[in-house]
């Protein structure tokens, strides 16, 4: 089985930035693409950000020029840094990761529980 746990979430005020973690961990032989979702208050989960194993990113226009994904890849580990933060920015974030538990196994995707970014006064 594999984990994803995310931190990093939290209350700050508009203009403000927070830095998420996601780090994978369990049976893992490498990782595809990791990814950074969001969602909203009474609004489906949207794709903010990725990045392939390789660091080609790809971001929601939402998020191009304010936040920035990485990757640690000796650690599993993906970062989602996220600058000049707006109350429309208020959501869960996910992360996901294309996981592939033993070499030549096909990658499987899975999920992190979430944290809570909200951005307010």
């Known amino acids: 089985q594999v984990q994803l746990v995310e931190s990093g979430g939290g209350l700050v005020q508009p203009g403000g930035s927070l830095r998420l973690s996601c780090a994978a961990s369990?049976?893992?032989?490498?990782?595809?693409?990791m990814a950074w979702y969001r969602q909203p208050p009474g609004n489906q989960r949207e794709l903010v950000a990725s990045i392939t194993g390789g660091g080609r990113t790809n971001y929601a226009d939402s998020a191009k020029g304010r936040f920035t994904i990485s990757r640690d890849n000796a650690k599993n580990t993906v970062y989602l840094q996220m600058n000049s933060l707006r109350p429309e920015d208020t959501a869960v974030y996910y992360c996901?990761?294309?996981?592939?538990?033993?070499?030549?196994?096909?990658?499987?995707?899975?999920w992190g529980q979430g944290t809570q970014v909200t951005v307010s006064p």
């Open positions: 369990g049976s893992i032989f490498s990782i595809d693409a």
């Open positions: 996901n990761a294309d996981v592939r538990p033993q070499i030549g196994a096909h990658p499987y995707g899975f």
